[in-house]
């Protein structure tokens, strides 16, 4: 991949990459599963995880304004707690949760592209698409900053105009009604520990707003328009996500959206607009999906790069040529298309939102002990982040342990491993690696 290249991404771009990760998989693959777990009147928890990505984005705004690094989350994790085990652990943690991301992408691109032609979405097709998907990702990617901000613009900006005419055109068929969908069928009982364990998979499709801290110093006058660009991407999100999930909720009964939780938008579109909508639904899933996988490999990849660099995480060139970027590019897409192979939507789901939960909790700790006065950030808000991140968070895992069991182990014994491997790695690194990372 190209190298870092202060003042190579405008606001705009900037903002293209930001809603390009979080109009994606967040609404296609997880609108079905915010439903399930929350019941008739969903589309309100997209709001209430709108309010709580709010809080938390306060720390990296805070923290991008200070800090601007192409190293993103990990150099501010380096500022909080120097590099060490936890510094190391949290950042790449915060790369896996992007990969994980990056797979359900692929995922919701399989199975969005196969309601065209009518075939289950438990096809081998889904998966098999999803690193078709990946593989374009990959080639786009090493093409440079210039292509990929242009690329993720042009769709992020199609896509948003095309879920828009979507959303409104459901509301119109509709009459515009407001009312909560309907139950009909069996559906789940819901409880206010599923309702607040809902709110964490919202959150994780807010979270594509951290793609935009990790390309920092990369952005033009990085001190304002990281902010800024954090903050328009969130209210945009918010904006789409709420008149799609109204839209689903007054075209199908709950039972309905849940049953085709993996396509949900697209069962919508039948009866709202037939054939022809159908098929508009999924060519904008495909573009979100696209737009949402590259601007997701471009931040996940420099991420791990300066990671790298920093002497903070293990790296082997495998004879590959080339800079570290273009091999923790190659890094990124391998992980991601296992993941797509062999994991379902609701399990890389849940993957997803436990890892970015726990990641983000450290991300709070470290500004409120550490950072609050040096970035000159609110103790009360920051607090409120991390206050509402663990409550989202035990939720989420008290449902997880009761319906997924399997879900919980392979999360909780990833952070594990993950913070062993770093333990090991650091005390066994060469002293003369160690403290030579450098910023950009």
Do not use: C
Not at 58 to 81: C, D, H, R
Not at 125 to 151: D, H, K, R, W, Y
Not at 255 to 262: L, P, S
């Amino acid at each position: 991949m190209s190298d870092y290249r202060d003042n190579s991404l405008s606001l705009i771009g900037t903002v293209g990459l930001g809603t390009g990760v979080m109009i994606s998989a967040g609404i296609f693959a997880l609108l079905g599963q915010v439903a399930e777990l929350s019941g008739s009147w969903f589309p309100l928890i997209f709001i209430i995880g709108g309010i709580v990505t709010g809080f938390s984005a306060y720390s990296y705004v805070k923290m991008s304004t200070e800090f601007p690094s192409a190293g993103g989350i990990g150099m501010f994790l380096v500022k909080a707690y120097g590099k060490g085990t936890l510094t190391a652990a949290a950042a790449l943690l915060m790369a896996f949760s992007m990969v994980i991301n990056q797979s359900l992408v692929a995922r919701t691109f399989g199975t969005y592209t196969l309601q065209l032609f009518g075939i289950d979405a438990s096809s081998f097709l889904v998966p098999l698409l999803g690193v078709g998907l990946l593989t374009f990702a990959f080639l786009v990617n090493i093409s440079g900053n210039e292509f990929i901000q242009t690329f993720t613009s042009i769709v992020s900006l199609l896509k948003i105009v095309g879920l828009a005419i979507f959303a409104i055109g459901g509301l119109w068929v509709a009459g515009f009604s407001f009312s909560p969908a309907e139950g009909g069928g069996e559906t789940p009982q819901t409880t206010i520990v599923t309702i607040i364990a809902s709110v964490a998979l919202t959150i994780l499709s807010f979270k594509g707003f951290t793609t935009i801290t990790n390309s920092g110093s990369e952005i033009v006058n990085p001190k304002k328009n990281i902010g800024r660009a954090i903050i328009i991407s969130i209210l945009i999100s918010l904006v789409i996500y709420l008149l799609l999930a109204w839209a689903v909720s007054s075209n199908l009964p709950l039972h309905r959206i849940i049953e085709a939780k993996d396509y949900a938008l697209a069962e919508a579109a039948r009866p709202a607009f037939g054939s022809l909508g159908l098929w508009f639904t999924v060519i904008i899933a495909i573009i979100a999906t696209i737009s949402g996988i590259i601007a997701s490999v471009f931040a996940v990849s420099r991420m791990l790069a300066m990671l790298t660099d920093m002497k903070l995480i293990p790296h082997k060139h495998f004879g590959m040529p080339g800079r570290i970027q273009k091999h923790t590019l190659v890094y990124t897409i391998v992980f991601a298309m296992v993941l797509t192979i062999f994991f379902d939507l609701s399990r890389i789901a849940s993957m997803g939102a436990i890892l970015y939960l726990v990641m983000d909790m450290i991300v709070h700790w470290g500004v409120y002990k550490h950072l609050r006065e040096k970035v000159n950030a609110s103790t009360g808000v920051v607090l409120t982040a991390l206050i509402l991140d663990a409550i989202v968070l035990g939720a989420f895992l008290w449902v997880k342990l009761t319906t997924d069991l399997l879900v919980v182990a392979v999360s909780v014994g990833f952070i594990i491993l993950i913070f062993i491997g770093e333990r090991w790695f650091l005390n066994n690194a060469a002293p003369e690696e160690e403290g030579t990372g450098h910023d950009h």
